[in-house]
């Protein structure tokens, strides 16, 4: 039997809970703002859940419920894993107290993207990985709400591993690496082999556009794939396959990328600056899968 990996002596504070209706989620919901409440040199708390979750928190706190953030969770949870992180990012840098200091209580939005597919629901469970380690730095306490209802129980089993304050906790680089074994889809026998040492932002914007990609879809996706490239350094090959939405390329490099943090972690300023080309392609693109082999490793790029 495997032993339970410790939980990372960090300042980020990852939570979680589950609940299976109405006052279960209260239960879960009312000590954390409570919590929170009392935390001194803290900005308000935020709760970002279902509508109904916020409805009903909001009449039990009464007139406190003017000194809590109530956030929809469709409002929040609007692209990929990806984008949720660069939210999550972007709030705490504007609205954090020092050092990151807020409370947060964070429900996933099932009945969108995080789950549409089983293959949504394994990058969700990334992020909640990867959190532990962009977040750790920041004294930012989380609490991730899990409605079993929806979410099921595979989901929120895997989810229980990505939590330090559960039993099973596992350190986030081996859950990322589990996800990361899953193989990919075979590239189809008709894929376009692209020219050149790596492809240009012209060829790719041209294929899309033919394979059905609208043109801003087109340019989005180009500039996405001419970014990753230069950040990954020298390439070995590069191919194109599949049409709109669902438009591929694949990058194979002559070096691992082997970093489970790659085009996670924001860029300092607003735009990403040379190097961080990862991070534009996974806020653009619905994936950015990333395989290490032996000599090198395959980075493919699904626009949609």
């Given at each position: 039997m495997t032993p339970r990996t410790s939980p990372p002596a960090t300042p980020f504070d990852h939570r979680m809970a589950v609940f299976g209706g109405d006052e279960e989620f209260l239960a879960a919901a009312l000590p954390f703002v409570t919590e929170a409440l009392g935390a001194p040199g803290e900005p308000p708390p935020v709760v970002i859940a279902a509508p109904r979750n916020l409805d009903a928190l909001r009449d039990v706190l009464g007139p406190g419920a003017h000194g809590v953030g109530l956030v929809p969770h469709t409002e929040w949870y609007t692209g990929s894993a990806a984008n949720a992180i660069a939210q999550a990012a972007g709030y705490l840098a504007a609205h954090a107290g020092p050092g990151g200091r807020i409370h947060l209580l964070m429900e996933p939005e099932w009945g969108g993207r995080a789950g549409r597919t089983p293959r949504e629901a394994a990058e969700w469970i990334r992020y909640e990985a990867l959190a532990n380690l962009l977040f750790a730095p920041l004294a930012t306490t989380a609490l991730c709400a899990y409605d079993a209802r929806h979410a099921g129980p595979a989901v929120v089993a895997a989810a229980r591993r990505a939590?330090?304050?559960?039993?099973?906790?596992?350190?986030?680089a081996r859950l990322a690496a589990e996800l990361d074994a899953v193989p990919l889809p075979p590239p189809p026998p008709d894929v376009e082999r692209v020219p050149g040492p790596a492809p240009t932002a012209g060829h790719v914007r041209t294929w899309a556009t033919v394979q059905g990609l609208a043109r801003?879809?087109?340019?989005?996706?180009?500039?996405?794939?001419?970014?990753?490239?230069?950040?990954?350094?020298?390439?070995?090959?590069a191919a194109l396959w599949g049409e709109a939405?669902?438009?591929?390329?694949?990058?194979?490099?002559?070096?691992?990328?082997?970093?489970?943090?790659?085009?996670?972690?924001?860029?300092p300023g607003v735009t990403p600056e040379p190097g961080q080309g990862l991070w534009f392609a996974r806020q653009v693109c619905a994936y950015v899968d990333v395989r290490d082999e032996r000599d090198g490793a395959s980075v493919r790029l699904q626009y949609g």
């Open positions: 939590h330090p304050d559960t039993e099973v906790y596992e350190e986030p801003a879809d087109a340019e989005l996706f180009a500039t996405a794939v001419v970014e990753a490239a230069a950040a990954l350094g020298p390439l070995d090959s939405p669902a438009c591929v390329c694949e990058l194979r490099t002559v070096r691992r990328v082997e970093d489970p943090l790659a085009g996670f972690v924001p860029p």
